[in-house]
């Protein structure tokens, strides 16, 4: 059973840089997938973040204008989140999820709330 | 970007009404389409991948259709447990997009 699990501060400072990781289990992302970052903002839709995948590519998001970069880590079979500059409007539930190759996203973590306040 | 417009935005609906919720993409995607079910404070559940390709364990009565760039999610016969929120996401080309999402609430 595939598991992910989002941890990083609650918490983050306006203008500062928010980090979240991604820890998987039962499958490890060496072996293929696309890795997403998706958030919510609070009683809003969904927006996708970005991705990687194994095979070395990435993609993000033009809305958020380079502060996004994805990064992994195949010893510890975790993925990572960075977000610069940080405004109030990155408020939000982030989660981390896995998609197929030209399929959807079939299995999402919790979801971890980060909020931006000083 | 491909835009999803999804519409309505909300509906209210009772217990076996047959519910149908449309995302329009404003470019081809082929098949290229999912949809999720989200209840509050709960993950999105994927429904239907591929546009009409019905998740193992998801109700028969939940159906997914495609006619060029509209894309359909039906409930054929609306349960108590369907009352949530529904998306749907075009991974066809990046950036991936969700539509706005349909609040299906109780008449």
Known sequence: QVQLQESGPGLVKPSETLSLTCAVSGYSINTGYYWDWIRQSPGEGLEWIGCFHPGGTTYYNPSLNSRVTISFDTS?????LRLTSVTAADTAIYYCARRGGHDSVDYWGQGTLVSVSS | ???????????????????????????????????????????????????????????????????????????????????????CLQYNSYPLTFGGGTKVGIK
């Open chain 2, 1 to 87: 970007d491909i835009q999803m417009t999804q519409s309505p935005s909300s509906l209210y609906a009772s217990v076996g009404d047959r519910v149908t919720i449309t995302c329009r993409a404003s470019q081809g995607i082929r098949n290229d389409l999912g949809w999720y079910q989200q209840k509050p404070g709960k993950v999105p559940k994927r429904l239907i991948s591929v546009a009409s390709n019905l998740e193992s364990g998801v109700p028969s009565r939940f159906s997914g259709s495609r006619s060029e760039t509209e894309f359909t999610l039906t409930i054929s016969s609306l349960q108590p447990e369907d009352f949530a929120t529904y998306y």
């Open chain 1, 76 to 80: 510890k079979n975790e993925f990572s």
